[in-house]
């Protein structure tokens, strides 16, 4: 008898911690989320609004219409609540990805929905906390079970997770025209972000999402082919005539940087000196992609957009050459925005 109760006792002790640990997580995560109200930040709201309407459109899912919000705490990340119809995305996120990450970010959002995550969870859950609560009671190593319960739930998240990145590669490739790069992109800008922080980038048996580099990989491998990557100089000037000019002495020999710090009006030319950085080809606006894409190699665009003329040089970098791809510069102007 005293050794049955003693199990017991160790049980109940263990079950304990574990609820503490449990509810200590989630009072730390609420005491630091502050809903940021629309009209606090009105141009991150509307860009939240515009990706996601987008979104929405695309996927013609019969649930579309969830309202959306921004969340005030330190953490790149976004959450379901979908027993409210409500989509919520962290500012840091917002601030680290670029509208097309975010697309991808609000269709992995999505992909949960789309493949009933949520009440597929919610039933392992269920099932499984009967049988842990059977086992516990009526068996010696009952505890086993009572351990194994998040983690069996957790590996069953894991796998959500991984049909979810592949759901939002699929709606941004079939239908955003978009590379599902942007999404190996966004897991690295992710894992950047967690190491910057101290964060942790999951994988554990208690937790339930793979790691993020899991994740990048397994992306690659179901998009084997990496989009061309680009480096990029540029030249801004006001007025055609301005163009022909530099033009002809581009090819009358001058070289391009010399030529950027006599005619060009980009207010950052002083810090970069023309240099835009690396770009993946679906970073750049579809037009500007098109163009440089014809080139053999390398060679020299005319632009317009609303700021002026851009002049354009691109160099596109091997795969074979390439350590890291991302910017290594301030946001390029070439894709209509300053």
């Not at 730390?28 to 459109?57: C, F, G, M, N, W």
Request: charged fraction near 25%; aromatic fraction near 6%.
């Amino acid at each position: 008898m005293n050794a049955m109760l003693l199990k017991f006792k160790i049980r109940v002790v263990i079950l304990c911690g574990m609820i503490i640990v449990l509810c200590l997580g989630c009072a730390t995560t609420k005491s630091q989320v502050k809903l940021i109200q629309p009209d606090h930040d009105a141009p991150t709201y509307r860009r939240l609004l515009i990706q996601a309407k987008k979104v929405e459109q695309i996927i013609a899912f019969p649930h579309a219409g969830f309202k959306y919000g921004i969340l005030d705490m330190k953490s790149a990340n976004a959450m379901l609540d979908v027993k409210q119809d409500s989509l919520f995305v962290t500012k840091e996120l917002m601030n680290l990805l670029s509208d097309k990450e975010l697309d991808c970010v609000l269709a992995h959002e999505w992909g949960h929905v789309m493949h009933g995550h949520y009440g597929k969870k919610q039933s392992v859950s269920t099932g499984i906390a009967a049988i842990s609560s059977v086992a516990t009671i009526l068996s010696p190593v009952g505890i086993l079970s009572l351990l194994m319960e998040p983690i069996a739930i957790n590996t069953f998240s894991r796998s959500q997770e991984e049909e979810a990145d592949r759901e939002a590669a699929r709606i941004l490739n079939d239908h955003l025209k978009i590379s599902p790069y942007a999404c190996v992109s966004a897991l690295e800008k992710l894992g950047q972000y967690e190491d910057q922080i101290g964060g942790r980038k999951g994988g554990g048996m208690l937790d339930n999402h793979p790691t993020l580099d899991a994740r990048i990989i397994k992306l690659k491998e179901a998009w084997p082919d990496p989009p061309r990557v680009y480096q990029l100089s540029q030249i801004l000037v006001r007025s055609p005539e301005e163009v022909r000019v530099v033009l002809l002495r581009l090819r009358a020999g001058e070289t391009f940087g010399d030529l950027v710090q006599m005619f060009s009006v980009d207010p950052l030319v002083t810090f970069n000196h023309g240099e835009l950085g690396r770009f993946q080809e679906w970073e750049l606006e579809p037009e500007v992609a098109r163009v440089i894409g014809k080139f053999k190699g390398q060679g020299i665009a005319v632009f317009r957009f609303q700021a002026g003329f851009f002049i354009v040089k691109s160099l596109e970098i091997k795969q074979s050459l390439i350590q890291s791809v991302g910017k290594t510069g301030p946001e390029m102007s070439v894709n209509g925005r300053q």
